[in-house]
C-alpha cells in the first residue's frame, strides 16, 4: 500500500542557510500535517492543511512557512537556518472524510544544521 | 491548547510481565485518543485508537481504556516480548481535523 513520501531523507546545511522538504500524503488524504522531533523529545506539532488551504497552526517559527499544492503535495520551507532547528521532520496524512482518525507518518526527514 | 502529560518516563519489565503507561489530557473537548510506537530514528506508527464513545479497546496484547471524567487514558500490554521495546507516545486530538498533541513519551524496556 502507498505511504506518506518525504524528501529529502537526509539533509545538511549551514547555519543561516535555507532548507525545503517535501511531503506526498497517501492518495485520497485531504488533510497533511508537519510535525519537528528533536533528539529524545515528542513530536512538536508544526502546522497542518486541510484541501489547499492552512487549517491549524502549531509551534511554527516565522522562519518557517508551508503550504500545500494543488495535487494535495506539501512543502515545508525553512530560512535563516539555526542550530536548533536541527531534528527529524515528520509530515503525516489524514484519510479524506475522517475528521478524527489515524495520522499516518512518512519516514521522516532528517535536517542537521551545522 | 491541549496539554497531554504522560508517565512514566521509562518502564523497565521483564518479558512476559505486563506495563502500563498513563496519561492525562486537559482539553475535554478532545475526542479521539491514538497510541503510537516508535523506533529508534523511525516514524511513529499506531498501535491502537480509542474514541471518546467507547470506554476500553483491545486488540490481542493491547489495551486502552478511557475515563472522559477524569481525563485520563492508560495502555495495557501485556505478556511483554522484548520486541515491544521502543518509546510509547500517547496524544490527543479534538474535532475537525485538529492536529495531535503527544504526550513526552515514555521508553519501554522489556528484559529478556
Known amino acids: 500500500a502507498a505511504g506518506v513520501i518525504q524528501s529529502p531523507r537526509h539533509l545538511i546545511k549551514e547555519k543561516r542557510e535555507t532548507a525545503t522538504l517535501k511531503c506526498y500524503p497517501i492518495?485520497?488524504?485531504?488533510?497533511v500535517y508537519w510535525y519537528q522531533q528533536g533528539p529524545g523529545q515528542d513530536p512538536q506539532f508544526l502546522i497542518s492543511f486541510y484541501e489547499k488551504m492552512q487549517s491549524d497552526k502549531g509551534s511554527i517559527p516565522d522562519r518557517f512557512s508551508a503550504q500545500q499544492f494543488s495535487d494535495y503535495h506539501s512543502e515545508l520551507n525553512m530560512s535563516s537556518l539555526e542550530l536548533g532547528d536541527s531534528a527529524l521532520y515528520f509530515c503525516?496524512?489524514?484519510?479524506?472524510?475522517?475528521?478524527?482518525?489515524?495520522?499516518?507518518f512518512g519516514e521522516g526527514s532528517r535536517l542537521t544544521v551545522l | 491548547g491541549e496539554n497531554v502529560e504522560q508517565h512514566p518516563s521509562t518502564l523497565s519489565v521483564q518479558e512476559g510481565d505486563s506495563a502500563v503507561i498513563k496519561c492525562t489530557y486537559s482539553?475535554?473537548?478532545?475526542?479521539?485518543f491514538p497510541w503510537y510506537k516508535q523506533e529508534l530514528g523511525k516514524r511513529p506508527q499506531l498501535i491502537i485508537d480509542i474514541r471518546s464513545n467507547v470506554g476500553e479497546k483491545k486488540d490481542q496484547r493491547i489495551a486502552v481504556t478511557l475515563n472522559k471524567t477524569a481525563k485520563h487514558f492508560s495502555l495495557h500490554i501485556t505478556e511483554t516480548q522484548p520486541e515491544d521495546s521502543a518509546v510509547y507516545f500517547c496524544?490527543?486530538?479534538?474535532?475537525?481535523?485538529?492536529?495531535?498533541?503527544f504526550g513526552s513519551g515514555t521508553r519501554l524496556q522489556v528484559q529478556p
Open positions: 482539553d475535554s473537548a478532545s475526542n479521539y
Open positions: 492518495p485520497r488524504h485531504d488533510t
Open positions: 503525516a496524512s489524514r484519510d479524506r472524510g475522517v475528521s478524527a482518525g489515524e495520522l499516518f
Open positions: 496524544a490527543a486530538s479534538k474535532p475537525g481535523r485538529r492536529a495531535l498533541t
